[in-house]
C-alpha cells in the first residue's frame, strides 16, 4: 500500500487548507484511514479516522474527514485554521478496522506527510 498526502502549504489563521490522501498499490476499504500530526519536538497525535467520524478534540468543529471511495481517496477540510495546527500531517492505513482507529500503534501504512504551517 503506498499512501500520498497532498495539499499542505503556509496559511494565516483563520484561514482553510484541504488535504488529500490517495491511496495505491494494494488497497484497504478507505473506512481503514485516519489522519495525524506531527509538530516538533512531540509526538504523532490523532487528527481524525473515517470509522466513527472520529475526531480529536482539538479539532472537532472545524475539522471535517470525507472520503471518496472510487478514487480511493481521503480528504481532510481544515477550517479556522490556529497557529497550534501547525505539523506534518500523516495520513495512514490499517489493515484490519477493528477498535482503536485513534492509536498510532494500530495503522500499518503510513503516506510521506504534508506540512501544514499557520502563521499568527
Known amino acids: 500500500v503506498q499512501l500520498q498526502a497532498s495539499g499542505g502549504g503556509l496559511v494565516q489563521a483563520g484561514g482553510s487548507l484541504r488535504l488529500s490522501c490517495v491511496a495505491s498499490?494494494?488497497?484497504?476499504?478507505?473506512?481503514?484511514m485516519g489522519w495525524f500530526r506531527q509538530a516538533p519536538g512531540k509526538e504523532r497525535e490523532f487528527v481524525a479516522a473515517?470509522?466513527?467520524?472520529l475526531y480529536a478534540d482539538s479539532v472537532k468543529g472545524r475539522f471535517t474527514i470525507s472520503r471518496e471511495n472510487a478514487k480511493n481517496t481521503v480528504y481532510l477540510q481544515m477550517n479556522s485554521l490556529k497557529p497550534e495546527d501547525t505539523a506534518v500531517y500523516y495520513c495512514?492505513?490499517?489493515?484490519?478496522?477493528?477498535?482503536?482507529?485513534?492509536?498510532?500503534?494500530?495503522?500499518?501504512?503510513w503516506g510521506q506527510g504534508t506540512q501544514v504551517t499557520v502563521s499568527s
Open positions: 473515517v470509522t466513527g467520524t
Open positions: 498499490g494494494r488497497t484497504f476499504s478507505t473506512a481503514n
Open positions: 495512514a492505513c490499517r489493515r484490519m478496522n477493528l477498535l482503536g482507529a485513534t492509536q498510532v500503534g494500530n495503522y500499518d501504512y
